[in-house]
Structure formats: structure tokens, C-alpha cells
């Protein structure tokens, strides 16, 4: 099944329609088109189809699709809130993993000679990085850097950045965060809402 999405920068993404097919199908038609479907949408009188997809060019290939290690990114923010009495924030981020990458999952070999895997323990969280603090700024350009994939348990896998106004004294202040996925930082251009729960009630 092939779903087609409209991309939407508060993470809302809306739904435009799918069609089924195979990989088989797609290869052999040169000209293939599919009409996108919306199932909320059949059985509306005046409802045909949400668009059409069509297969253009298929080249056989030998080699496997290779995902990037590593990614090297570069964030910034604007209008963040002010949370200091100077009438400014001094913002730094961090990327939040939800839980352990499974490639450092603890184990250990039981007497019978039994792998062992203990799961993640639920809601664990880490941070896999924090940037540096950008003094009085509420459009920060963090330095860019350099992130393990792994260490976030993959490409499409959920992850939080949070952006806190640090302080001198007492606790930093919580400025606002989002949910994402790493493929989803490196689209073009990729735009996020920060949220603070707290104003939300
Ligand atoms: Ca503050
Ligand atoms: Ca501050």
C-alpha cells in the first residue's frame, strides 16, 4: 500500500489517500497509475478519488538501500518565549530518546546457554545530546552536530527536543518542545511548533 500524506509542520499531517499495489506491479507497468483512495471520503455522492500516483521509471539495482549512520544538523529557533527578567532567554536544546538503542540492551548468558535480553525498561528516557547555551538570544543558531542514528533507535523512531532557557541560579526554565523522528529533521526546510503544556492547562 502506498498512503500519501500532506505534510504539516505542527505534526497534524492530513491524510490525502492511498492505493495497493506491488512492488511486482509497479515494476513491470511503465506507465502504472493508481487512483488515491480516502476512505472517510467513498461513499460521498460527489467524491471520485484524492489524486492519482503514478510509477515513471523503475531500475532494477542490486545494491541495498544504505540508511545514513550518523547525521550531522544544524537547529535554530525563533520568537522564543522570555524567561528571564532581562526581557530575554539564554536558550540551549536536547534531543530526548524515548528509550535504549537495542544494540545496548544489558544481557548476559544464562547456564543453559540461553540469550537472555532484558527489555527497556518503559518511559526511560535519555538525552543523546544538548547544545550549547546561546546568552540573551530568542532566535538562537545552535552550532551544528553530529548525531548516532542508533542512538536514537533508528531513522523513524520517535524522539522529543526540548528548548530550556538556562540560568544561573536555580532550576533552568522550560521554554517549550516538540516530537519528531530524525527523517523528519532532515526534510527541507523542516519547521516545528514549540509547545509548553503548561499554557495549555
Ligand atoms: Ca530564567
Ligand atoms: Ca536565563
Known sequence: MVECWDYDSNHKHDFIGSCIT???EMSISTEGRWPLLNADKIGNVTYRYSGTLFSTSCTPTTEKVKEPQGLRLTLSAKHL???DITGSSDPYFEIVAN????SSYPY???I????????PQKGSKRVVYKSEVISQNLNPKWKS???NVADC???DTVIMIQVVDWDRRGSHDFIGAFKTSLRELT????TFGLTNKKYFG
Open 81 to 83: 518565549d522570555r524567561k
Open 112 to 119: 543453559g546457554a540461553q540469550l537472555l535480553l532484558k527489555p
Open 99 to 102: 528509550s535504549n538503542p537495542l
Open 108 to 110: 548476559h548468558w544464562d
Open 145 to 147: 552536530f553530529q548525531i
Open 187 to 190: 526534510l527541507p526546510n523542516a
Open 22 to 24: 506491488s512492488l511486482f
Open 153 to 155: 533507535g533508528g531513522l
